[in-house]
């Protein structure tokens, strides 16, 4: 009786160690839409290594666009958020940087992203560019983003988002219009 108690005992202390991977980061994403109106659905987030050959990472996606994944350290990731009918972002996080003693506790990174849904005849170039880059900052010991890259693309998604609720009020009748 007591070596099987040891022997899970064991197996339980293995699993807890498992599941707390030090050498992964956390990686958790809302999705939503622009548009209150919409009906979003089919929300997937993949991340894959910049590296040749790399294959992707898929998170696991609730209904409601709650998504995560674990994200081995020491590469870097291009993260791409999508929904049906809507228009994929994407994002770039570099995971080098924190050192074996930082590494201690693991790493938690957590993000909201706002898809826009499609419409015909707008350009939706702006969403091949990433909409934020990440990178570990050891003094912070934590990841950041840099604030100055994503206030430089505001405006052009200012002009996105202006185009899409033209197209929208175009495309909605009138109230009372049937």
């Not at 870097?76 to 570099?94: C, G």
């Not at 993000?111 to 990433?130: A, G, H, R, T």
């Not at 206030?151 to 002009?159: I, N, P, Q, R």
């Amino acid at each position: 009786m007591r070596r099987l108690v040891c022997s899970l005992l064991g197996v339980l202390t293995l699993i807890v160690l498992d599941a707390q991977d030090r050498t992964a980061v956390r990686f958790m994403g809302v999705i939503r839409s622009w548009d209150k109106d919409s009906t979003a659905h089919g929300f997937s987030m993949t991340a894959t290594d910049t590296a040749p050959g790399a294959l992707p990472i898929r998170a696991i996606c609730t209904d409601d666009g709650k998504c995560r994944m674990e994200l081995p350290l020491d590469r870097v990731y291009r993260i791409e958020f999508s929904a049906a009918h809507h228009a994929a972002e994407r994002l770039v996080l570099d995971t080098h940087g924190p050192s074996i003693k930082q590494r201690k506790w693991g790493y938690r990174v957590r993000v909201s992203v706002q898809l826009v849904p499609q419409v015909e005849q707008v350009d939706y170039s702006i969403c091949e560019k990433p909409i934020a880059l990440g990178s570990f900052d050891t003094k912070e010991n934590q990841f950041t983003w840099d604030e100055a890259y994503s206030d430089g693309l505001a405006s052009f998604y200012e002009k996105l988002q202006n185009a899409y609720l033209d197209k929208k009020l175009l495309r909605e009748p009138a109230p009372g219009a049937r």
